[in-house]
């Protein structure tokens, strides 16, 4: 079956340009999750949506990163007034359930961001 | 905070030598454990998981992992290296007791050489 896709795979944008980046999760899954990976590191928990809310925005950088999930299946995250410091891979997951249900994350390839 | 150390930032093994890729994790309760690989330009792929019971688990592609809680540890192994297991291979771990996300180690490249 179909996995996590995330569009697009790579993204260039300038310093201070609004970015939207989708996921999809797979087909029938309520959790879906954000990270960040910077170079040489693992990925960074950004945000956990449970259905169409975000039931755990503690990840988020600061007020210019924002997520919806307004359907409970495709999730667009948005970050406003990019900096070079938000060059990055970011990458969705999603799950049957939450994790505290033992419901393991699939992970989407990811897109990679780059701010000039 | 839970947290994951994984001490080996680059491994060299031989093809057909084993392998043990090193983690140490720090929660309070039980934890959720797990070992993802990474091959370049792709997406994180799941090896195995730990969720409960036999502290011993497999995986895909010939890996296992032990949950030690003594030592706070859940190191994979593999027996037999093959030259397509050359990735980088993170430790992440859950929190068992609430909340959902996974925190990841920095993350373990593995060389294979022919």
């Known amino acids: 079956g179909a996995g996590v896709s995330q569009t697009p795979s790579n993204k260039v944008t300038e310093k201070g340009k609004y970015v939207e980046l989708r996921c999809d999760p797979i087909s029938g899954h309520t959790a879906l999750y954000w990270y960040r990976q910077s170079l040489g590191q693992g990925p960074e928990f950004l945000i956990y949506f449970q259905g169409t809310g975000a039931a755990d925005d503690s990840g988020l950088p600061n007020d210019r990163f924002f997520a919806v999930r307004p359907e409970g299946s495709v999730s667009t995250l948005k970050i406003q007034r990019t900096e070079r410091g938000d060059s990055a891979v970011y990458l969705c997951?999603?799950?049957?359930?939450?994790?505290?249900?033992?419901?393991?994350?699939?992970f989407g390839p990811g897109t990679r961001l780059t701010v000039l | 905070a839970q947290s994951v150390t994984q001490p080996d930032i680059h491994i060299t093994v031989s093809e057909g030598a084993s392998l043990e890729l090193r983690c140490n994790y720090s929660y309070g309760a039980t934890p959720y454990l797990f070992w993802y690989v990474q091959s370049p330009g792709q997406g994180l792929q799941l090896l195995l998981k730990?969720?409960?019971?036999?502290?011993l688990v497999q995986g895909i592609k010939g890996f296992e992992a032990e949950f030690k809680r003594s030592q706070s540890s859940f190191n994979l192994r593999k027996p037999s290296v093959h030259w397509s297991d050359a990735a980088e291979y993170f430790c992440?771990?859950?929190?068992?007791?609430?909340?959902?996300?996974?925190?990841f180690g920095t993350g373990t490249q593995l060389k294979v050489e022919l």
């Open positions: 992440a771990v859950g929190a068992g007791g609430g909340g959902n996300k996974l925190t």
């Open positions: 730990y969720f409960s019971g036999d502290t």
């Open positions: 997951a999603s799950s049957k359930g939450p994790l505290n249900s033992y419901n393991e994350q699939f």
